[in-house]
């Protein structure tokens, strides 16, 4: 039973245009949610999080957004660049941190 | 600052054996923990430990425990190892409480094959 759903397992994005990755969550108990960029044969990095009382985050070229009522959350980067080609992982906090599957974003020349 | 090492990167066990997994937190973390990631899902939480002791665990058998050292580095050990334990096994170090943090710091991870 999944808590943390990424149902994209991959996506194709130009560079320079906006990728948009989406997370399903199902527990309204979680307070924080993450986004965590993984490159191969590297652990997750930390890039961007939110808090369960906001609906939007920026740090630079990342925003999260997130939608409570319909318990959806969104990573959105632009302009896209080659090197966020990576797996981003979506995760939520409750006692622990639970990830989703993760989405592999392909950035396009 | 150093960051968050793990040993070894790569092991090969058969099945019913008895493996060590080795962390080095990022200096100054009092707080490390480990997850397993299966192929193709994301990390699962196993447990995690403060200051020597254990802070919460998820769903995992008893025969995967751990231990922090007082250098706050860690050791993650399974025994009775079955096929279904190939995974990467991956380390966080964080500066909390003891609470989940959001920023963890992770390690490159363990690659772990049971044959």
């Known amino acids: 039973d999944q808590q943390v759903k990424q149902n994209s397992p991959s996506l194709s994005v130009q560079e320079g245009r906006i990728s948009i990755l ?5 527990n309204s108990m979680f307070d924080y949610f993450l986004w965590y960029k993984k490159y191969p044969a590297e652990g997750p990095t930390f890039l961007i999080s ?13 925003t ?15 302009p896209s660049q080659p090197g966020d080609s990576a797996v981003y992982f979506c995760a939520a906090r409750d006692d622990k941190i639970i990830f989703g ?8 020349p | 600052e150093t960051g968050v090492t793990q040993s070894p990167t790569h092991l090969i066990k058969t099945r019913g054996q008895q ?5 080095s937190s990022q200096s ?23 200051r020597e002791e254990e802070n919460g665990r998820g769903n995992f058998p008893p025969r995967f425990s751990g231990l922090q050292f ?18 990467l096994y991956l380390c966080a170090s964080s500066s909390g409480q003891g609470a989940i943090q959001e920023t963890q710091y992770f390690g490159p991870g363990t690659r772990l094959l049971v044959l």
Request: proline share 2%; glycine share 6%.
């Open chain 1, 50 to 62: 939110i808090s369960s009382i906001k609906d939007k985050n920026e740090d630079g070229r990342f």
């Open chain 1, 101 to 108: 599957k993760g989405t592999r974003l392909h950035i396009l």
């Open chain 2, 70 to 87: 007082p250098n706050y580095s860690s050791e993650l050990n399974v025994n009775a190892l079955e096929l279904d334990d190939s995974a």
């Open chain 1, 64 to 78: 999260v957004f997130l939608n409570k009522s319909a318990k959806h959350l969104s990573l959105h980067i632009v």
């Open chain 2, 28 to 50: 100054g973390h009092n707080t490390v923990s480990w997850y397993q990631q299966a192929l193709g899902q994301g990390p699962q939480f196993i447990f995690q430990y403060y």
């Open chain 2, 19 to 23: 493996v060590t997994l080795r962390c």
């Open chain 1, 22 to 26: 989406n997370c399903d969550y199902t």
